[in-house]
């Protein structure tokens, strides 16, 4: 089993459709990061959170410690919003967040 | 710099040969990560560098793989007597320290090894 596992794996939406891709992992971490890969670019880092909710624009990040949880909402979903969505958990304490371990990404299609 | 910058950008070898990755992180950044993206799998953690620490180099997936920090800032990966296996994306992270600080990640130099 994956320390972090994302789902779905693909999807497929209409513009304007609410989108939620959800994250589970099952290691003590220090922090969770959403990162959007577009294809050929570099990677983005979206959110780093460790608890709650953080909001940008029509990107809002939650994360449930206990339960282990997370999910990335887009509202309003548009075409530039294809990409591949990677959940990655930090490991080790604040002050040392050493290495991620990364989801294998949703590849998210926004079809105008 | 205002970003993390990799090069080279694409680099094709023949196998067996050496080659040199290069990263330099943003200014002021503490810590340092590399990672590689082989095609069509996830990102896979090679090393971690924070400040005058031992790096972290659990990640590195054999020998021939070998990573240095000079001065606490640029970064070299160097990969050994190179394999078809070693053909990736390889992708440098910095970061400051502490609490609420996040990645970034520079563009990436793509190997392809022939």
């Known amino acids: 089993k994956n320390e972090v596992e994302q789902s779905p794996q693909n999807l497929t939406a209409q513009e304007g459709e609410f989108i939620t891709i959800n994250c589970s992992y099952s290691?003590?971490?220090?922090?969770l990061h959403w990162l959007q890969q577009h294809p050929g670019g570099g990677i983005v880092s979206l959110f780093m959170?460790?608890?709650g909710k953080k909001k940008h624009g029509r990107l809002i990040a939650t994360i449930n410690i206990q339960e282990k949880h997370s999910s990335l909402h887009i509202t309003a979903s548009h075409p530039r919003d294809s990409a591949v969505y990677i959940c990655?958990?930090?490991?080790?304490?604040?002050?040392?967040?050493?290495?991620?371990?990364f989801g294998k990404g949703t590849k998210l299609s926004v079809k105008p | 710099g205002a970003g993390v910058s990799q090069s080279p950008s694409n680099k094709v070898t023949e196998k067996g040969k050496d080659v040199e990755l290069r990263c330099d992180p943003i200014?002021?950044?503490?810590?340092l990560y590399w990672y590689r993206q082989s095609l069509g799998q996830g990102l896979e953690f090679l090393i971690y560098?924070?400040?005058?620490?031992?790096?972290?180099k659990s990640g590195l997936p054999s020998d021939r793989f070998s990573a240095e920090r000079t001065g606490g800032s640029v970064s070299t990966l160097t990969i050994q007597r190179t394999q078809q296996e070693d053909s990736a994306v390889y992708l440098c992270?910095?970061?400051?320290?502490?609490?609420?600080?996040?990645?970034?990640f520079g563009s990436g130099t793509r190997l392809t090894v022939v």
């Open positions: 959170l460790s608890s």
């Open positions: 992270a910095s970061s400051l320290e502490g609490r609420g600080y996040g990645y970034t």
């Open positions: 560098f924070q400040g005058n620490s031992a790096p972290d």
């Open positions: 990655a958990v930090g490991l080790g304490k604040w002050g040392s967040q050493g290495n991620l371990i």
């Open positions: 290691v003590g971490i220090s922090a």
């Open positions: 200014s002021g950044h503490t810590a």
